[in-house]
């Protein structure tokens, strides 16, 4: 058998599980190895399928509940089917709760086989009629005018000259990128590009796009270039990104799940973290956003700049009020 055939992802495996049952049902007491064949996997994946069946079933999951098999050698019957031997039939709800599903995905940034979830929809509304044929409008979070010049901008093959609010600087630039895909991620819309100005790849969110010019010449990548891996996260810690090490209390322990560290020891009631961050300057914000029980251990400069933002503030807060004038936010109380 090729690579490719014993390849699996998630939906061949679903398919196979609900197929599974049915066939297993018709044929009492097969050899795996037969069934395997059949199937078109190997034994391994098939005797892992068999596990995963195993706890499967109905609502409850106890006793009873679970599909269950018996084994004799190399052979394998089903004892309890647990009602997947029915062929599945959608209710109209259910029906029009898929179709909303699919016309969401087909309208995601960034799905790799939109024309498979089309054809998918197609055949649904195609068997389900008039049942599934109302008139719904699907808008996916963070979806906008901006979202829809982007798709179509991406989809041109164009380069884009932008202006992008960048705010871990708080700054905004004007760059030159050319796209590669777009994306939707933790609910927010992206373009993943290549940025002539980074000589890089990066993500621009959608929403800190401040104005999009879609150039006459076409987007060129670099040959090298390929989309990013972002199955960890949009941030991905790098050697050569500014490490920083905080000592944090009780509070403040959220850190360690929330961001991707390189260390973490206790101190006693105290813990030391360190990470990696995007620069320093963000850095600074964070910490002084966390509140006393965080001190700054290294690097040094991170620590200086710190002191000076809190000296900064504190002798805002310290300057007196001139005679005859009221602070902000108050009145002469006539």
Known sequence: MSAK?????????????????PYLLARPGIEIAEAAGDLGVTERQLREDLELLWVCG?????????IDMA??????????????????????DEALALVVALRMLAETPGVANREAVERALAKIEDAGGDLVAAPVEVRLPGDGPRVEQLRAAVAGGR????????????????????????LMFGGRAYVEAWCRRAEAVRL?????????????????????????????GLFRPSPELPLITLR????????????????????????????????LGWA??????????????????????????????????????????HPAGTGSGQ
């Open 5 to 21: 055939a014993g390849t699996r992802t998630s939906a061949d495996r679903l398919a196979r599980l609900l197929n599974l049952v």
């Open 58 to 66: 109905l609502p409850g999951y106890g006793p009873g509940d679970l």
């Open 71 to 92: 084994f004799d050698g190399d052979r394998v019957t089903i004892t309890y089917d647990a009602g997947i031997d029915r062929p599945l039939r959608l209710t109209p």
């Open 159 to 182: 380069a884009l000259r932008i202006t992008y609010y960048t705010r871990a600087r708080d700054e905004t630039t004007e760059r030159v990128i050319d796209p590669l895909r777009m």
């Open 204 to 232: 621009f969110r959608a929403d800190r796009i401040d104005a999009v010019i879609e150039l006459e010449e076409p987007a060129v990548v670099p040959p090298q270039v390929r989309p990013q891996d972002l199955s960890g």
């Open 248 to 279: 944090i209390g009780r509070r403040d322990r959220w850190i360690t799940e929330y961001y991707p560290c390189e260390r973490v020891e206790s101190d006693g009631e105290y813990w030391v973290v360190s990470l990696r961050v995007t620069d």
């Open 284 to 325: 600074r914000r964070f910490v002084l956003g966390l509140g006393p029980e965080v001190t700054v251990l290294a690097p040094a400069e991170l620590a200086e700049q710190v002191r000076d933002s809190a000296v900064a503030a504190l002798e805002a807060y310290a300057t007196p009020v001139l005679p005859g004038l």
